[in-house]
């Protein structure tokens, strides 16, 4: 078994960021670009780890905010590591739980707030609900919202966490704003960043040193800053320079807000600042047209709830575009979701019979439409990266969006 972790490029653009390569772990390796799906809780709802790995899943991506508070990360330190735990054959990524600790989409509208000094009335979002998060220097005091219990997490917390949870790939700890925070208050969470990323650095160090015989768990640092260019160029400057006792950090995790209309400027931004022989991942964007975007200015992997959040409720990716398997409109349809797609889902079931199923309220129906999503969008990126090894990337993704996005407006909900 491979104890270390690399990176390695096989082929890079010459007129623009997009690149090609593996990431290796002691997992196995991850070709590169990759959407990676996402486990919330060690598990893809729905889906058995045997069926993401038969339409191509090459990583599953983890929180350690909710495996923290349940079952608890030394449940899965016990268990031989989070892989081993939910019985999947490859490695595995978790996010650091400061997204999920600070914007508390968990069962919860968003509830966030904040002690600085300097913020808006509008910077509390749903000001009236109770607060669950409060952010000082030394970390975020929060709320569970399984059952209320007080917690905290600082950088040390989140490094304890996440060595435990045993994850191939991890992500430093930060305070992740939303685009209604003040430009002072980007600035002092920017800081607040700056310093955990230093503090998540010496914490990785101690417990890798410690864990001896444990697989390296490599580190990703978070790259905010919101929509300013100057903050963001700034942080991956600091981030991708930064080191702290000998170690830094193994690879880049592009977060925070992301206007969707800017991402590609914002992501260009800190990729042609980003050390180049470092793997980038791009948080939580999995929408085909942005997958476009991340890929061509450089991001390498990329993770989001969407395919599978959509799949339950009975809306499908296809090239014909986005739309909705409750339709009456598909109730003798005996076409497959995708005539185009090869996943398990498509090759052995019509969307008469998904209509049914959603109809009828019946468990398979995430099942089967989650296995389609999945397929759709890890299938995507998988052939912009062999697009960009037969050079022929532009035309390949005109190609797809002509057809997609020009179907979606068309389509009929
Ligand atoms: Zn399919």
């Not at 998060?133 to 040390?156: I, N, Q, Y």
């Amino acid at each position: 078994m491979l104890l270390s972790f690399s990176f390695d490029i096989k082929h890079a653009e010459s007129n623009s960021l997009a690149r090609v390569g593996t990431i290796n772990t002691p997992h196995g390796p991850v070709q590169t670009p990759a959407f990676i799906p996402v486990g919330t809780k060690a598990t893809v709802k729905s889906v058995l780890p045997e069926a993401m790995k038969d339409l191509g899943s090459q990583a599953l991506l983890s929180n350690a905010y909710h495996l923290y508070l349940q079952p608890g990360s030394d449940v899965l330190d016990e268990a031989g590591g989070l892989a081993k735990f939910m019985n999947w054959p490859g490695p595995t990524f978790t996010d650091s739980g400061g997204f999920q600790v600070l914007s508390l989409g968990v069962g919860f509208k968003k509830v966030l707030a904040m002690d600085a000094q300097t913020f808006r009335r509008d910077d509390v979002i749903a000001g009236n609900k109770d607060r669950l998060a409060h952010v000082d220097d030394e970390g975020v005091t929060f709320k569970s919202h399984l059952d209320g219990s007080m917690h905290r997490f600082t950088p040390e917390v989140s490094m304890q966490v996440q060595h435990q949870i045993g994850a191939d790939i991890m992500f430093a700890f930060d305070e992740c704003t939303t685009l209604h925070n003040t430009r002072p208050y980007q600035e002092l969470a920017m800081d607040r960043t700056y310093a955990w990323a230093i503090r998540c650095l010496d914490e990785h160090k101690r417990l890798t040193e410690e864990r001896i015989g444990k697989p390296y768990q490599a580190l990703f640092g978070v790259i905010q800053g919101a929509q300013y260019e100057d903050l963001r160029k700034k942080a991956a400057t600091d981030f991708g320079t930064m080191e702290s006792n000998g170690q830094s950090f193994d690879g880049f995790g592009i977060g925070g807000a992301l206007d969707k209309g800017q991402l590609g400027t914002i992501v260009s931004w800190v990729n042609e600042i980003l050390p180049e022989d470092k793997p980038r991942h791009l948080l939580g964007i999995g929408a085909p047209e942005d997958l476009f975007v991340g890929v061509e200015n450089g991001c390498d992997t990329f993770d989001c709830v969407l395919a599978s959040r959509i799949a339950r409720t009975s809306a499908v990716y296809t090239m014909e575009g986005r739309f909705n398997l409750s339709n009456s409109r598909f109730k003798r349809d005996f076409t497959p979701i995708d005539s185009q797609c090869d996943c398990y889902t498509c090759t052995h079931y019509t969307r008469a019979y998904m209509h049914h199923v959603f109809r009828g309220k019946e468990i398979i129906s995430a099942t089967l439409a989650t296995i389609h999503n999945e397929s759709f969008i890890v299938r995507l990126v998988d052939q912009m990266r062999q697009a960009l090894l037969d050079g022929n990337f532009a035309d390949m993704k005109a190609d797809f969006l002509g057809r997609y996005l020009h179907r979606s407006g068309q389509a009929r909900d």
